[in-house]
T-cell receptor, first 111, second 112 residues
Framework: AQTVTQSQPEMSVQEAETVTLSCTYDTSENNYYLFWYKQPPSRQMILVIRQEAYKQQNATENRFSVNFQKAAKSFSLKISDSQLGDTAMYFCAFGGYALNFGKGTSLLVTP | DSGVTQTPKHLITATGQRVTLRCSPRSGDLSVYWYQQSLDQGLQFLIQYYNGEERAKGNILERFSAQQFPDLHSELNLSSLELGDSALYFC???????????FGNGTRLTVT
């Protein structure tokens, strides 16, 4: 079975600081993609960043970057210069045709 | 705006009833996915269609069924509803497998 584990149910960070959200997964597949999605209070699901498993280079998207460790099956999200608008639930997901999601980490950015 | 349209936004119904949720994918996307998000839970994958054919099945109950029509829109049918079926149901679409999913705004189903 393919599983995704987000071990931090809740996190808090001050504005302008950096925070890292953890994600581990389990799969026997070799070719897959990994994603981080953000769900603000509006409940929309918004794609934050994407990483192809065959790429060694970590993906970066503005203030968001990942630390992908394929051997360790770890895929963490780093948010730099945190902003109030980053307050949301963050979901890690991986898969091929269908994505498996973790249970999420609730991130609160405080002034 | 993701380009994925879900209707209705909200649905309130009684136990034992049947409802249909509708999804129109982004223009050009051939794959449609259905996910269920219960209170304080992650997203549970239900089913995926690609160009009209079922491609993958997740934890979808036998009381639930779905289909994708020739115009690529999809419907999720939920029958014999139970209180535990109350959830936010998301539809997502993608160009193909291994592509990012683009989510609709969801249908909030409340079973009373």
């Amino acid at each position: 079975a393919q599983t995704v584990t987000q071990s931090q149910p809740e996190m808090s960070v001050q504005e302008a600081e950096t925070v890292t959200l953890s994600c581990t997964y389990d799969t026997s597949e070799n070719n897959y993609y990994l994603f981080w999605y953000k769900q603000p209070p509006s409940r929309q699901m918004i794609l934050v960043i994407r990483q192809e498993a065959y790429k060694q280079q970590n993906a970066t998207e503005n203030r968001f970057s990942v630390n992908f460790q394929k051997a360790a099956k770890s895929f963490s999200l780093k948010i730099s210069d945190s902003q109030l608008g980053d307050t949301a639930m963050y979901f890690c997901a991986f898969g091929g045709y269908a994505l498996n999601f973790g249970k999420g980490t609730s991130l609160l950015v405080t002034p | 705006d993701s380009g994925v349209t879900q209707t209705p936004k909200h649905l309130i119904t009684a136990t034992g009833q049947r409802v249909t949720l509708r999804c129109s994918p982004r223009s050009g996307d051939l794959s449609v996915y259905w996910y269920q998000q219960s209170l304080d839970q992650g997203l549970q994958f239900l089913i995926q269609y690609y160009n009209g054919e079922e491609r993958a099945k997740g934890n979808i109950l036998e009381r639930f069924s779905a289909q994708q029509f020739p115009d690529l829109h999809s419907e999720l049918n939920l029958s014999s509803l139970e209180l535990g079926d109350s959830a936010l149901y998301f539809c997502a679409s993608s160009v193909k497998g291994y592509s990012p999913l683009h989510f609709g705004n969801g249908t909030r189903l409340t079973v009373t």
